[in-house]
């Protein structure tokens, strides 16, 4: 089993920042991918940014040039820095990691508000 402790959500104007934090532990295989979901009301789980097995990023076209995602691979962490956000941002934020040829693994989420 995988463990998460997410951290950093709340509540901020559009326009603000925000940073959110995901450390795993647990069965964590050493190839792996790691990353952020989101989950807006009425919306399915999406792709928010992910470091692939091989270390390359993915990041939704939606949020290129404002979100950045980043990766401590000694402390299984990984970071999003949320910049300029929008009302549509507005979600729940998923920490997602994928032990390569095994099996996913969800954080239980944290809420973000952007507001207008």
């Known amino acids: 089993q995988v463990q998460f402790v997410e951290s950093g959500g709340g509540l901020v104007q559009a326009g603000g920042s925000l940073r959110l934090s995901c450390a795993a532990s647990g069965s964590i295989f050493r190839l792996n991918a790691m990353g952020w979901y989101r989950q807006a009301p009425g919306k399915q789980r999406e792709l928010v940014a992910i470091?692939?097995?091989?270390?390359?990023?993915e990041c939704a076209d939606a949020v290129k040039g404002r979100f950045t995602i980043s990766r401590d691979y000694a402390k299984n962490t990984v970071y999003l820095q949320m910049n300029s956000q929008k009302p549509e941002d507005t979600a729940v934020y998923y920490c997602?990691?994928?032990?390569?040829?095994?099996?996913?693994?969800w954080g239980q989420g944290t809420r973000v508000t952007a507001s207008s």
């Open positions: 470091f692939n097995s091989g270390g390359t990023t």
């Open positions: 997602n990691l994928r032990n390569i040829g095994y099996r996913v693994y």
